[in-house]
């Protein structure tokens, strides 16, 4: 408009707008990819063997009516804004792995004194009589 009232001449760019696909993507309810990768990991535990195929079949009944998305023989393929992407699935899953988790446990063990509580709704650790909240590091080296 501010154009046209200027009398500037240019060819407007035929897109659309990207929030379906983004929706597709990110959205909590009805569950986007994202969340369908999150609870595919939660449920694997130790075992990564067949993950990625699980991965892929959970996509594609959660995903597989959108008119964004198509599933293929080594992921899925994502109708963007700005082309078509193809996603292998392969190895989704372990790099998704949330290994916090496992290092505390591991420092934990290692550790000749350690307590942890909850207060005002933050957890926090003990280390050799230090305390930290569980979102900084877990590097134990610096408590020897």
């Known amino acids: ?75 899925f393929i994502i109708h963007h804004y700005a082309g078509i992407v193809t996603y292998n699935v392969e190895g989704f899953c372990d790099r998704n792995r949330d290994l916090l988790f496992p290092d505390l446990i591991e420092l934990m063990q290692s550790s000749e004194k350690v307590s942890r509580k909850h207060t005002r709704g933050k957890a926090t650790i003990e280390v050799r009589g230090k305390h930290m909240p569980l979102s900084e590091s877990t590097d134990d080296t610096k408590y020897h």
């Open 1 to 75: 408009e501010e154009y046209v009232a200027e009398n500037i001449k240019w060819t407007p760019i035929e897109y659309f707008n990207n929030k379906v696909v983004c929706d597709l993507i990110e959205s909590k309810r009805p569950p986007g990819l994202f969340s369908v990768l999150d609870d595919v990991c939660a449920t694997m535990h130790a075992v990564s063997e067949g993950v990625d195929s699980d991965l892929q079949k959970q996509m594609t009944k959660t995903a597989g009516g959108h008119q964004h998305y198509q599933s293929c023989s080594e992921g």
